[in-house]
Protein backbone atom coordinates (compact mmCIF):
# COMPACT_ATOMS: atom_id res chain seq x y z
CA UNK A 1 0.00 0.00 0.00
CA UNK A 2 3.15 2.30 0.52
CA UNK A 3 4.35 1.49 -2.82
CA UNK A 4 0.31 2.72 -4.44
CA UNK A 5 0.35 5.78 -2.57
CA UNK A 6 3.60 6.91 -4.07
CA UNK A 7 1.72 6.47 -7.07
CA UNK A 8 -0.56 9.58 -9.29
CA UNK A 9 -3.79 9.16 -8.02
CA UNK A 10 -4.59 7.59 -12.01
CA UNK A 11 -2.15 5.11 -11.58
CA UNK A 12 -3.83 4.57 -7.74
CA UNK A 13 -7.27 3.67 -9.23
CA UNK A 14 -5.85 1.63 -11.77
CA UNK A 15 -4.16 -0.47 -9.57
CA UNK A 16 -6.60 -0.67 -6.99
CA UNK A 17 -9.36 -1.70 -9.46
CA UNK A 18 -6.73 -4.48 -11.30
CA UNK A 19 -6.40 -6.25 -7.88
CA UNK A 20 -9.89 -6.31 -7.21
CA UNK A 21 -10.97 -7.55 -11.16
CA UNK A 22 -7.74 -10.12 -11.06
CA UNK A 23 -9.21 -11.52 -7.73
CA UNK A 24 -12.92 -11.33 -8.90
CA UNK A 25 -11.30 -12.67 -12.24
CA UNK A 26 -10.03 -15.70 -10.23
CA UNK A 27 -13.25 -16.45 -8.38
CA UNK A 28 -15.48 -16.21 -11.58
CA UNK A 29 -12.53 -19.29 -13.39
CA UNK A 30 -12.73 -21.23 -9.87
CA UNK A 31 -16.56 -21.00 -10.04
CA UNK A 32 -16.84 -21.64 -13.98
CA UNK A 33 -14.55 -24.61 -13.32
CA UNK A 34 -16.45 -26.20 -10.76
CA UNK A 35 -19.65 -25.58 -13.09
CA UNK A 36 -18.21 -27.10 -15.73
CA UNK A 37 -17.44 -30.15 -13.80
CA UNK A 38 -20.27 -30.67 -12.10
CA UNK A 39 -22.26 -30.22 -15.33
CA UNK A 40 -19.63 -33.04 -17.19
CA UNK A 41 -20.26 -35.68 -14.34
CA UNK A 42 -23.84 -34.54 -14.93
CA UNK A 43 -24.36 -34.98 -18.33
CA UNK A 44 -22.03 -38.28 -17.85
CA UNK A 45 -24.41 -39.67 -15.09
CA UNK A 46 -27.26 -38.55 -17.54
CA UNK A 47 -26.01 -40.75 -20.11
CA UNK A 48 -24.53 -43.64 -18.70
CA UNK A 49 -27.16 -44.43 -16.05
CA UNK A 50 -29.91 -42.42 -16.51
CA UNK A 51 -30.47 -42.64 -19.70
CA UNK A 52 -29.57 -46.44 -20.27
CA UNK A 53 -32.36 -47.41 -18.11
CA UNK A 54 -34.85 -46.45 -20.61
CA UNK A 55 -33.25 -48.63 -23.37
CA UNK A 56 -32.87 -51.14 -20.44
CA UNK A 57 -36.99 -51.00 -20.21
CA UNK A 58 -37.58 -51.31 -24.20
CA UNK A 59 -35.27 -54.03 -24.08
CA UNK A 60 -37.30 -56.29 -21.67
CA UNK A 61 -40.57 -55.19 -23.63
CA UNK A 62 -39.04 -56.18 -26.85
CA UNK A 63 -38.11 -59.56 -25.22
CA UNK A 64 -41.23 -60.05 -23.69
CA UNK A 65 -42.77 -59.69 -26.58
CA UNK A 66 -40.91 -62.07 -28.39
CA UNK A 67 -41.66 -64.69 -25.99
CA UNK A 68 -44.89 -63.99 -26.34
CA UNK A 69 -45.13 -64.28 -29.82
CA UNK A 70 -43.50 -67.66 -29.63
CA UNK A 71 -45.73 -69.03 -27.18
CA UNK A 72 -48.60 -67.74 -29.45
CA UNK A 73 -46.57 -69.02 -32.56
CA UNK A 74 -46.49 -73.42 -30.75
CA UNK A 75 -49.98 -72.86 -30.01
CA UNK A 76 -51.60 -72.02 -33.26
CA UNK A 77 -52.05 -74.99 -36.00
CA UNK A 78 -53.43 -72.40 -38.74
CA UNK A 79 -50.23 -72.18 -41.19
CA UNK A 80 -51.16 -68.29 -42.13
CA UNK A 81 -51.42 -67.53 -38.14
CA UNK A 82 -48.49 -69.30 -37.69
CA UNK A 83 -46.51 -67.46 -40.58
CA UNK A 84 -47.35 -64.45 -39.45
CA UNK A 85 -46.30 -65.03 -35.30
CA UNK A 86 -43.37 -65.96 -36.70
CA UNK A 87 -42.97 -62.44 -38.63
CA UNK A 88 -43.83 -60.82 -35.63
CA UNK A 89 -41.28 -62.77 -33.64
CA UNK A 90 -38.51 -61.82 -35.71
CA UNK A 91 -39.39 -57.85 -35.81
CA UNK A 92 -39.19 -58.07 -32.02
CA UNK A 93 -35.83 -59.82 -31.85
CA UNK A 94 -34.66 -57.41 -34.06
CA UNK A 95 -35.46 -54.41 -32.06
CA UNK A 96 -34.31 -56.24 -29.29
CA UNK A 97 -30.93 -56.43 -30.71
CA UNK A 98 -30.78 -53.30 -31.28
CA UNK A 99 -31.63 -52.16 -27.79
CA UNK A 100 -28.73 -54.18 -26.49
CA UNK A 101 -26.02 -52.56 -28.78
CA UNK A 102 -27.20 -49.15 -27.58
CA UNK A 103 -27.14 -50.47 -24.09
CA UNK A 104 -23.49 -51.93 -24.96
CA UNK A 105 -22.27 -48.07 -25.73
CA UNK A 106 -23.36 -47.08 -22.15
CA UNK A 107 -21.35 -49.55 -20.26
CA UNK A 108 -18.52 -47.70 -18.76
CA UNK A 109 -18.37 -49.70 -15.56
CA UNK A 110 -16.77 -53.16 -14.67
CA UNK A 111 -19.86 -54.13 -12.87
CA UNK A 112 -21.97 -53.06 -16.08
CA UNK A 113 -19.61 -54.87 -18.17
CA UNK A 114 -20.34 -58.32 -16.23
CA UNK A 115 -24.05 -57.60 -15.98
CA UNK A 116 -24.00 -56.73 -19.77
CA UNK A 117 -22.42 -59.98 -20.92
CA UNK A 118 -24.48 -62.19 -17.99
CA UNK A 119 -27.28 -60.69 -20.06
CA UNK A 120 -25.95 -61.71 -23.53
CA UNK A 121 -25.24 -65.18 -22.02
CA UNK A 122 -28.89 -65.47 -20.76
CA UNK A 123 -30.08 -64.41 -23.95
CA UNK A 124 -28.06 -66.81 -26.29
CA UNK A 125 -28.79 -69.83 -24.09
CA UNK A 126 -32.86 -68.59 -24.19
CA UNK A 127 -33.09 -68.41 -28.10
CA UNK A 128 -31.46 -71.25 -28.45
CA UNK A 129 -33.95 -73.20 -26.83
CA UNK A 130 -36.29 -71.03 -28.28
CA UNK A 131 -34.83 -71.81 -32.01
CA UNK A 132 -35.68 -76.06 -30.99
CA UNK A 133 -39.03 -75.12 -29.32
CA UNK A 134 -39.63 -72.99 -33.07
CA UNK A 135 -38.26 -75.95 -34.81
CA UNK A 136 -40.72 -77.95 -32.69
CA UNK A 137 -43.96 -76.43 -32.60
CA UNK A 138 -43.85 -75.51 -35.93
CA UNK A 139 -46.27 -77.96 -37.51
CA UNK A 140 -49.98 -78.43 -37.77
CA UNK A 141 -49.96 -82.05 -36.14
CA UNK A 142 -50.97 -81.27 -32.38
CA UNK A 143 -48.91 -83.85 -31.19
CA UNK A 144 -45.87 -81.41 -32.26
CA UNK A 145 -47.48 -78.18 -30.90
CA UNK A 146 -47.83 -80.14 -27.57
CA UNK A 147 -44.41 -81.19 -26.88
CA UNK A 148 -43.19 -77.81 -28.05
CA UNK A 149 -45.49 -76.19 -25.53
CA UNK A 150 -43.87 -78.41 -22.81
CA UNK A 151 -40.55 -77.28 -23.98
CA UNK A 152 -41.45 -74.32 -23.84
CA UNK A 153 -42.75 -74.87 -20.22
CA UNK A 154 -39.96 -76.91 -19.09
CA UNK A 155 -36.70 -75.13 -20.65
CA UNK A 156 -37.85 -71.63 -22.51
CA UNK A 157 -39.42 -70.50 -19.36
CA UNK A 158 -36.39 -70.99 -16.67
CA UNK A 159 -33.97 -69.67 -19.53
CA UNK A 160 -36.33 -66.11 -19.93
CA UNK A 161 -36.50 -65.31 -16.02
CA UNK A 162 -32.63 -66.33 -15.88
CA UNK A 163 -32.16 -63.37 -19.05
CA UNK A 164 -35.05 -61.58 -17.06
CA UNK A 165 -33.36 -61.05 -14.33
CA UNK A 166 -30.13 -60.47 -15.63
CA UNK A 167 -31.88 -57.30 -17.14
CA UNK A 168 -33.12 -56.28 -13.36
CA UNK A 169 -29.85 -56.74 -12.30
CA UNK A 170 -28.16 -54.24 -14.60
CA UNK A 171 -31.15 -51.65 -13.81
CA UNK A 172 -30.13 -51.94 -10.21
CA UNK A 173 -26.32 -51.38 -11.19
CA UNK A 174 -27.26 -48.28 -12.84
CA UNK A 175 -29.37 -46.81 -10.57
CA UNK A 176 -26.55 -47.49 -7.67
CA UNK A 177 -24.28 -45.91 -10.05
CA UNK A 178 -26.70 -43.19 -10.70
CA UNK A 179 -27.64 -42.93 -6.77
CA UNK A 180 -23.67 -42.32 -6.29
CA UNK A 181 -22.59 -39.82 -8.51
CA UNK A 182 -25.77 -38.21 -7.63
CA UNK A 183 -25.03 -37.75 -3.79
CA UNK A 184 -21.18 -36.96 -4.69
CA UNK A 185 -22.60 -34.24 -7.25
CA UNK A 186 -24.12 -33.05 -4.28
CA UNK A 187 -21.52 -32.94 -1.52
CA UNK A 188 -19.33 -31.25 -4.78
CA UNK A 189 -22.29 -28.75 -5.35
CA UNK A 190 -22.37 -27.96 -1.86
CA UNK A 191 -18.79 -27.50 -1.15
CA UNK A 192 -18.48 -25.69 -4.45
CA UNK A 193 -21.17 -23.08 -3.03
CA UNK A 194 -19.17 -22.57 0.47
CA UNK A 195 -16.17 -21.71 -1.97
CA UNK A 196 -17.56 -19.52 -3.84
CA UNK A 197 -19.17 -17.88 -0.94
CA UNK A 198 -16.22 -17.69 1.40
CA UNK A 199 -14.43 -16.06 -2.14
CA UNK A 200 -16.95 -13.38 -2.31
CA UNK A 201 -16.52 -12.51 1.12
CA UNK A 202 -12.98 -12.74 1.03
CA UNK A 203 -13.07 -10.41 -2.46
CA UNK A 204 -15.70 -8.11 -0.69
CA UNK A 205 -13.65 -7.52 2.56
CA UNK A 206 -10.26 -7.09 0.35
CA UNK A 207 -12.17 -5.05 -1.96
CA UNK A 208 -12.99 -2.41 0.80
CA UNK A 209 -10.22 -2.44 2.23
CA UNK A 210 -8.36 -1.33 -0.83
CA UNK A 211 -10.90 0.96 -1.69
CA UNK A 212 -10.93 2.37 2.13
CA UNK A 213 -7.00 2.45 1.87
CA UNK A 214 -6.92 4.23 -1.72
CA UNK A 215 -10.28 6.57 -0.89
CA UNK A 216 -8.33 7.70 2.29
CA UNK A 217 -5.27 8.27 0.35
CA UNK A 218 -7.10 10.55 -1.87
CA UNK A 219 -9.98 12.19 0.10
CA UNK A 220 -8.38 12.66 3.42
CA UNK A 221 -5.75 15.60 1.53
CA UNK A 222 -8.74 16.60 0.03
CA UNK A 223 -10.89 17.32 2.49
CA UNK A 224 -7.85 19.50 4.38
CA UNK A 225 -7.18 21.21 1.23
CA UNK A 226 -10.24 21.64 0.67
CA UNK A 227 -10.55 23.60 4.03
CA UNK A 228 -7.78 25.21 3.78
CA UNK A 229 -9.04 26.76 -0.06
CA UNK A 230 -11.95 27.85 1.76
CA UNK A 231 -10.15 30.17 4.29
CA UNK A 232 -7.88 31.09 1.48
CA UNK A 233 -10.79 32.18 -0.66
CA UNK A 234 -12.18 34.13 2.46
CA UNK A 235 -8.24 36.13 2.68
CA UNK A 236 -6.10 33.92 4.81
CA UNK A 237 -3.02 33.75 3.05
CA UNK A 238 -0.71 33.13 6.16
CA UNK A 239 -1.54 29.80 7.16
CA UNK A 240 -0.01 26.92 6.55
CA UNK A 241 -1.17 24.16 4.22
CA UNK A 242 -1.70 21.19 4.89
CA UNK A 243 1.17 18.04 4.87
CA UNK A 244 0.29 15.42 2.02
CA UNK A 245 2.82 12.40 2.28
CA UNK A 246 1.72 10.84 -1.14
CA UNK A 247 3.28 12.13 -3.98
CA UNK A 248 0.47 12.62 -6.49
CA UNK A 249 -1.40 15.44 -7.67
CA UNK A 250 -2.50 16.65 -4.50
CA UNK A 251 0.63 17.11 -3.69
CA UNK A 252 1.55 18.97 -6.88
CA UNK A 253 -1.53 21.11 -5.92
CA UNK A 254 -0.28 21.73 -2.50
CA UNK A 255 2.91 23.01 -3.61
CA UNK A 256 1.18 25.27 -6.27
CA UNK A 257 -1.12 26.68 -3.94
CA UNK A 258 2.12 27.37 -1.50
CA UNK A 259 3.13 29.49 -4.30
CA UNK A 260 0.26 31.14 -5.18
CA UNK A 261 -0.29 31.98 -1.58
CA UNK A 262 3.35 33.48 -1.51
CA UNK A 263 2.88 35.54 -4.85
CA UNK A 264 -0.62 37.09 -3.74
CA UNK A 265 1.21 38.10 -0.29
CA UNK A 266 3.73 39.77 -2.29
CA UNK A 267 1.01 41.66 -5.29
CA UNK A 268 -1.20 42.39 -1.99
CA UNK A 269 1.27 44.17 0.06
CA UNK A 270 2.84 46.04 -3.08
CA UNK A 271 -0.76 47.21 -3.52
CA UNK A 272 -1.49 47.90 -0.55
CA UNK A 273 2.44 50.32 -0.64
CA UNK A 274 0.83 51.90 -3.91
CA UNK A 275 -3.02 52.54 -2.36
CA UNK A 276 -1.69 53.95 0.83
CA UNK A 277 0.99 56.75 -0.60
CA UNK A 278 -2.02 57.36 -3.11
CA UNK A 279 -4.20 57.82 0.16
CA UNK A 280 -1.57 60.51 1.39
CA UNK A 281 -1.16 61.84 -1.51
CA UNK A 282 2.02 60.85 -3.24
CA UNK A 283 0.88 59.51 -7.04
CA UNK A 284 4.60 59.28 -8.22
CA UNK A 285 4.44 55.91 -5.95
CA UNK A 286 5.84 52.92 -8.09
CA UNK A 287 5.61 49.36 -7.73
CA UNK A 288 8.62 47.68 -6.48
CA UNK A 289 7.75 43.77 -7.93
CA UNK A 290 6.36 44.32 -11.10
CA UNK A 291 7.96 41.20 -12.59
CA UNK A 292 5.52 39.20 -10.28
CA UNK A 293 1.97 40.97 -11.96
CA UNK A 294 2.26 37.99 -14.59
CA UNK A 295 -0.66 36.37 -16.39
CA UNK A 296 -4.34 37.69 -15.09
CA UNK A 297 -2.26 39.81 -12.49
CA UNK A 298 -0.49 42.32 -14.73
CA UNK A 299 -3.99 43.73 -15.60
CA UNK A 300 -4.57 45.05 -11.67
CA UNK A 301 -1.42 46.68 -12.11
CA UNK A 302 -2.11 48.31 -15.61
CA UNK A 303 -5.97 49.63 -14.16
CA UNK A 304 -3.58 50.72 -10.66
CA UNK A 305 -0.96 52.31 -13.20
CA UNK A 306 -3.91 53.44 -15.10
CA UNK A 307 -5.95 54.61 -12.62
CA UNK A 308 -2.47 56.21 -10.80
CA UNK A 309 -1.63 58.34 -14.59
CA UNK A 310 -5.51 59.49 -14.68
CA UNK A 311 -6.00 60.90 -11.22
CA UNK A 312 -2.68 62.85 -11.67
CA UNK A 313 -3.72 64.39 -14.79
CA UNK A 314 -6.78 65.40 -13.18
CA UNK A 315 -5.76 66.60 -10.21
CA UNK A 316 -3.70 68.66 -12.69
CA UNK A 317 -6.15 69.68 -14.79
CA UNK A 318 -8.63 70.40 -11.31
CA UNK A 319 -5.47 72.65 -10.38
CA UNK A 320 -5.59 74.34 -14.05
CA UNK A 321 -9.12 74.48 -14.21
CA UNK A 322 -9.36 75.96 -10.55
CA UNK A 323 -7.24 78.97 -11.93
CA UNK A 324 -9.01 79.26 -14.76
CA UNK A 325 -12.16 79.47 -12.29
CA UNK A 326 -10.96 81.67 -10.34
CA UNK A 327 -10.00 84.28 -13.40
CA UNK A 328 -13.51 83.71 -14.64
CA UNK A 329 -15.38 84.06 -11.57
CA UNK A 330 -13.49 87.62 -11.28
CA UNK A 331 -14.38 88.42 -14.79
CA UNK A 332 -18.67 87.12 -13.93
CA UNK A 333 -18.79 89.41 -10.98
CA UNK A 334 -18.13 92.47 -13.08
CA UNK A 335 -20.40 90.97 -15.53
CA UNK A 336 -23.14 90.40 -13.20
CA UNK A 337 -23.28 93.73 -11.81
CA UNK A 338 -22.84 95.67 -15.10
CA UNK A 339 -26.37 92.70 -16.20
CA UNK A 340 -27.76 94.27 -12.77
CA UNK A 341 -27.44 97.61 -13.62
CA UNK A 342 -28.79 96.77 -17.44
CA UNK A 343 -31.41 95.15 -15.99
CA UNK A 344 -33.06 97.50 -13.37
CA UNK A 345 -33.02 100.22 -16.61
CA UNK A 346 -35.02 97.73 -18.87
CA UNK A 347 -37.31 97.25 -15.58
CA UNK A 348 -38.46 100.98 -16.32
CA UNK A 349 -38.77 100.43 -19.61
CA UNK A 350 -41.04 97.84 -19.70
CA UNK A 351 -43.13 99.23 -16.81
CA UNK A 352 -43.86 102.49 -19.45
CA UNK A 353 -44.52 99.90 -22.46
CA UNK A 354 -47.01 97.91 -20.08
CA UNK A 355 -48.98 101.26 -19.36
CA UNK A 356 -49.14 102.20 -22.92
CA UNK A 357 -50.27 98.63 -23.71
CA UNK A 358 -53.38 98.72 -21.17
CA UNK A 359 -54.12 101.48 -23.36
CA UNK A 360 -54.07 100.28 -26.26
CA UNK A 361 -56.25 96.95 -25.03
CA UNK A 362 -59.13 98.78 -23.89
CA UNK A 363 -59.44 101.05 -27.31
CA UNK A 364 -59.16 98.11 -29.42
CA UNK A 365 -61.90 96.41 -26.57
CA UNK A 366 -64.34 99.38 -27.21
CA UNK A 367 -63.49 99.19 -31.42
CA UNK A 368 -64.67 95.63 -31.48
CA UNK A 369 -67.96 96.54 -29.28
CA UNK A 370 -68.75 99.36 -31.68
CA UNK A 371 -68.25 96.96 -34.53
CA UNK A 372 -69.82 94.20 -32.82
CA UNK A 373 -73.31 96.34 -32.58
CA UNK A 374 -72.49 97.58 -36.46
CA UNK A 375 -73.02 94.06 -37.19
CA UNK A 376 -76.04 93.41 -35.48
CA UNK A 377 -77.74 96.10 -36.88
CA UNK A 378 -76.83 94.93 -40.71
CA UNK A 379 -78.18 91.64 -39.53
CA UNK A 380 -81.27 92.93 -38.46
CA UNK A 381 -81.88 95.06 -41.81
CA UNK A 382 -80.43 91.82 -43.98
CA UNK A 383 -83.22 90.00 -42.24
CA UNK A 384 -85.82 92.43 -43.51
CA UNK A 385 -84.90 93.32 -47.05
CA UNK A 386 -84.67 89.03 -47.21
CA UNK A 387 -88.40 89.23 -46.02
CA UNK A 388 -89.08 92.19 -48.68
CA UNK A 389 -87.11 90.02 -51.26
CA UNK A 390 -89.51 87.02 -51.14
CA UNK A 391 -92.75 88.90 -50.68
CA UNK A 392 -91.52 90.65 -54.25
CA UNK A 393 -90.83 87.14 -55.72
CA UNK A 394 -94.45 85.99 -54.67
CA UNK A 395 -95.95 89.07 -56.63
CA UNK A 396 -93.82 88.23 -59.43
CA UNK A 397 -95.84 85.07 -59.15
CA UNK A 398 -98.91 86.37 -58.91
CA UNK A 399 -98.04 88.62 -62.30
CA UNK A 400 -97.31 85.60 -63.77
CA UNK A 401 -100.60 83.99 -63.17
CA UNK A 402 -102.32 86.94 -64.37
CA UNK A 403 -100.94 86.98 -67.74
CA UNK A 404 -101.26 83.28 -67.85
CA UNK A 405 -105.08 83.88 -67.12
CA UNK A 406 -105.30 86.77 -69.60
CA UNK A 407 -103.89 84.03 -72.31
CA UNK A 408 -106.48 82.05 -71.55
CA UNK A 409 -108.88 84.50 -71.79
CA UNK A 410 -107.51 85.62 -75.28
CA UNK A 411 -108.09 82.01 -76.49
CA UNK A 412 -111.75 81.95 -75.13
CA UNK A 413 -112.19 85.36 -77.50
CA UNK A 414 -110.65 83.47 -80.68
CA UNK A 415 -113.23 80.49 -80.10
CA UNK A 416 -116.04 83.06 -79.61
CA UNK A 417 -114.54 84.82 -83.17
CA UNK A 418 -114.67 81.23 -84.85
CA UNK A 419 -117.99 80.72 -83.59
CA UNK A 420 -119.60 84.01 -84.97
CA UNK A 421 -117.67 83.55 -88.09
CA UNK A 422 -119.90 80.19 -88.46
CA UNK A 423 -122.92 81.55 -87.22
CA UNK A 424 -122.64 84.37 -89.84
CA UNK A 425 -122.05 81.47 -92.84
CA UNK A 426 -125.30 79.77 -91.34
CA UNK A 427 -127.00 82.73 -91.28
CA UNK A 428 -125.81 83.54 -94.83
CA UNK A 429 -126.59 79.58 -95.99
CA UNK A 430 -130.33 80.40 -94.40
CA UNK A 431 -130.50 83.20 -96.42
CA UNK A 432 -129.73 81.51 -99.57
CA UNK A 433 -132.44 78.52 -98.55
CA UNK A 434 -135.12 80.92 -97.77
CA UNK A 435 -134.93 83.04 -100.88
CA UNK A 436 -135.16 79.43 -102.41
CA UNK A 437 -137.61 78.74 -100.70
CA UNK A 438 -139.86 82.13 -102.12
CA UNK A 439 -143.17 82.80 -100.10
CA UNK A 440 -142.74 80.29 -97.72
CA UNK A 441 -139.41 80.50 -96.59
CA UNK A 442 -140.19 84.64 -96.01
CA UNK A 443 -140.07 84.26 -91.98
CA UNK A 444 -136.70 82.20 -91.98
CA UNK A 445 -135.00 84.62 -93.60
CA UNK A 446 -136.15 87.01 -90.84
CA UNK A 447 -134.68 84.90 -88.44
CA UNK A 448 -131.72 84.49 -90.75
CA UNK A 449 -131.14 88.03 -90.70
CA UNK A 450 -131.45 88.33 -86.95
CA UNK A 451 -128.74 85.71 -86.59
CA UNK A 452 -126.48 87.54 -88.96
CA UNK A 453 -126.75 90.49 -86.94
CA UNK A 454 -126.15 89.01 -83.69
CA UNK A 455 -123.03 86.86 -85.14
CA UNK A 456 -121.65 90.59 -86.63
CA UNK A 457 -122.44 92.46 -82.79
CA UNK A 458 -120.78 89.13 -81.42
CA UNK A 459 -117.30 89.49 -83.44
CA UNK A 460 -117.57 93.10 -82.97
CA UNK A 461 -117.86 92.14 -79.19
CA UNK A 462 -114.91 89.76 -79.42
CA UNK A 463 -113.02 92.17 -81.54
CA UNK A 464 -113.86 94.73 -79.04
CA UNK A 465 -112.35 92.17 -76.04
CA UNK A 466 -109.78 91.19 -77.88
CA UNK A 467 -107.74 94.57 -77.78
CA UNK A 468 -108.87 95.41 -74.09
CA UNK A 469 -107.30 92.07 -73.39
CA UNK A 470 -104.41 92.78 -75.20
CA UNK A 471 -104.08 95.78 -73.81
CA UNK A 472 -103.91 94.11 -70.09
CA UNK A 473 -101.94 91.67 -71.59
CA UNK A 474 -99.43 94.72 -72.11
CA UNK A 475 -100.04 95.62 -69.05
CA UNK A 476 -99.25 92.83 -67.35
CA UNK A 477 -96.49 92.21 -68.96
CA UNK A 478 -94.82 95.73 -68.23
CA UNK A 479 -96.14 94.97 -64.30
CA UNK A 480 -94.37 91.71 -64.57
CA UNK A 481 -91.08 93.18 -65.94
CA UNK A 482 -91.18 95.99 -63.33
CA UNK A 483 -91.72 93.55 -61.02
CA UNK A 484 -89.04 91.23 -61.94
CA UNK A 485 -86.62 94.20 -61.96
CA UNK A 486 -87.86 95.19 -58.73
CA UNK A 487 -86.99 91.25 -57.41
CA UNK A 488 -83.61 91.37 -59.00
CA UNK A 489 -82.35 94.70 -57.62
CA UNK A 490 -84.16 93.50 -54.13
CA UNK A 491 -82.33 90.64 -54.71
CA UNK A 492 -79.01 92.46 -55.37
CA UNK A 493 -79.98 94.88 -52.27
CA UNK A 494 -79.97 91.87 -49.61
CA UNK A 495 -77.10 90.60 -51.16
CA UNK A 496 -75.46 93.36 -50.16
CA UNK A 497 -77.09 93.76 -46.80
CA UNK A 498 -75.55 90.62 -46.31
CA UNK A 499 -71.94 91.33 -47.86
CA UNK A 500 -72.23 94.38 -45.14
CA UNK A 501 -73.27 92.07 -42.18
CA UNK A 502 -70.25 89.93 -43.41
CA UNK A 503 -67.62 92.06 -43.49
CA UNK A 504 -68.85 93.65 -39.77
CA UNK A 505 -68.95 90.03 -38.49
CA UNK A 506 -65.49 89.70 -39.80
CA UNK A 507 -64.38 92.86 -38.91
CA UNK A 508 -65.65 92.34 -35.20
CA UNK A 509 -63.54 88.77 -35.14
CA UNK A 510 -60.60 90.84 -36.16
CA UNK A 511 -61.35 93.16 -33.66
CA UNK A 512 -62.40 90.21 -30.97
CA UNK A 513 -58.92 88.61 -31.99
CA UNK A 514 -56.86 91.88 -31.60
CA UNK A 515 -58.50 92.30 -28.66
CA UNK A 516 -56.78 89.16 -27.59
CA UNK A 517 -53.88 89.76 -29.31
CA UNK A 518 -53.29 92.86 -27.17
CA UNK A 519 -54.41 91.33 -23.90
CA UNK A 520 -51.40 88.13 -24.22
CA UNK A 521 -49.15 90.67 -25.31
CA UNK A 522 -50.20 92.69 -22.37
CA UNK A 523 -49.83 89.63 -20.62
CA UNK A 524 -46.55 89.04 -21.89
CA UNK A 525 -45.41 92.27 -21.15
CA UNK A 526 -46.13 91.42 -17.59
CA UNK A 527 -44.53 88.17 -17.73
CA UNK A 528 -41.23 90.12 -19.35
CA UNK A 529 -41.48 92.34 -16.54
CA UNK A 530 -41.17 89.93 -14.20
CA UNK A 531 -38.20 87.87 -16.03
CA UNK A 532 -36.78 90.99 -15.72
CA UNK A 533 -36.96 91.99 -12.54
CA UNK A 534 -36.21 87.91 -11.94
CA UNK A 535 -33.09 88.82 -13.82
CA UNK A 536 -32.09 91.83 -12.09
CA UNK A 537 -32.23 89.92 -8.89
CA UNK A 538 -30.48 86.76 -10.52
CA UNK A 539 -27.43 89.19 -11.29
CA UNK A 540 -27.28 90.42 -7.98
CA UNK A 541 -27.11 86.71 -6.93
CA UNK A 542 -24.65 85.75 -9.85
CA UNK A 543 -22.73 88.66 -8.20
CA UNK A 544 -22.63 87.43 -5.26
CA UNK A 545 -21.83 83.53 -6.03
CA UNK A 546 -18.83 84.56 -8.17
CA UNK A 547 -17.55 86.19 -5.74
CA UNK A 548 -17.72 83.23 -3.32
CA UNK A 549 -16.44 81.34 -6.34
CA UNK A 550 -13.57 82.71 -6.78
CA UNK A 551 -12.87 82.29 -3.16
CA UNK A 552 -14.02 78.46 -3.58
CA UNK A 553 -11.32 78.09 -6.46
CA UNK A 554 -8.82 79.73 -4.78
CA UNK A 555 -9.30 77.31 -1.92
CA UNK A 556 -9.24 74.52 -4.50
CA UNK A 557 -5.95 75.52 -5.71
CA UNK A 558 -4.73 74.82 -2.06
CA UNK A 559 -5.88 71.60 -1.80
CA UNK A 560 -4.59 70.42 -5.06
CA UNK A 561 -0.92 72.02 -4.49
CA UNK A 562 -1.24 69.38 -1.49
CA UNK A 563 -0.41 66.34 -3.76
CA UNK A 564 2.53 65.17 -4.78
CA UNK A 565 2.02 65.03 -8.78
CA UNK A 566 3.67 63.38 -11.96
CA UNK A 567 6.02 65.40 -14.15
Do not use: W
Request: with cysteine; glycine share 6%.
Amino acid sequence: MKKINEMSIGKRLKSAFNIVIVILAVMNLVGLVVIFGITNRYNFTLSNYAFPQGDIGKAMTAFADTRSATRAFISYDDANDMKKLLAVHDQKKEELEGYMDAIEGTMVTEAGHQSYAAIESALDNYFAIEEKVIKTGNSTDREQCKKAQEMAFDQLSPAYDKAYSEFSHLMDVNVEKGDMMHTILSVVEVVAMVVILVGIVVVVLLSAKISKKVADGIAVPLNDMAVRFKSFAEGDLTSEFPEVESKDEIAQMRGEAYVMAERLQQIIADVENIMSEMAEGNFAVNTEIEEKYTGDFNPLLMTIRKMNRAMSTTLKEVEEAARQVEAGANNMAEGAQALAEGAMDQAASVEEMQATMTDLTSGVEKTAEHVNESYQQAQKYSKEAQNSRMEMEVLVEAMKRISETSQDIGSIVSEIENIASQTNLLSLNASIEAARAGEAGRGFAVVADQIRNLAEQSAKSAVDTRELIEGSLREVEEGNNAAQRAATAMTEVVEGMNMIADSSQQLSEISAAQADAMEQAEAGIDRISEVVQSNSATAEESSATSEELSAQATAMSELVGRFKLRD
